[in-house]
């Protein structure tokens, strides 16, 4: 896989999963504030890319903060 090292832009990315599991994310992103489901799916793919040891924090200081927030979740892969 070939890595691009950009974080200035975002780019549309068709994925798949449950419809259960996209009602859940819109259901928690309102409860929370969130304002959008789309931005409560890339809050948890950073905590998950973060828990499992990716380095994105050597890749970009964007993510910094999330690691500054989430120093406790360092509990091992979500998905093995």
């Known amino acids: 896989m070939k890595c691009k090292f950009s974080d200035t ?9 449950e419809p259960i599991l996209l009602t859940g994310c819109q259901h928690v992103a309102q409860q929370i504030g969130c304002k ?11 905590m998950a890319l973060i ?7 050597k890749m970009s200081k964007k993510f910094k903060k999330f690691y500054d927030k989430y120093q406790g979740l360092k509990q091992g892969p979500v998905v093995k």
Do not use: E, H
Not at 9 to 17: E, H, L, P, S, T
Not at 51 to 57: K, S, V
């Open 9 to 17: 832009i975002r780019v549309d990315y068709k994925g798949y999963m």
């Open 36 to 46: 959008t489901r789309s931005k409560y799916i890339r809050y948890a793919v950073i």
């Open 51 to 57: 828990r499992d040891g990716y380095p994105l924090d």
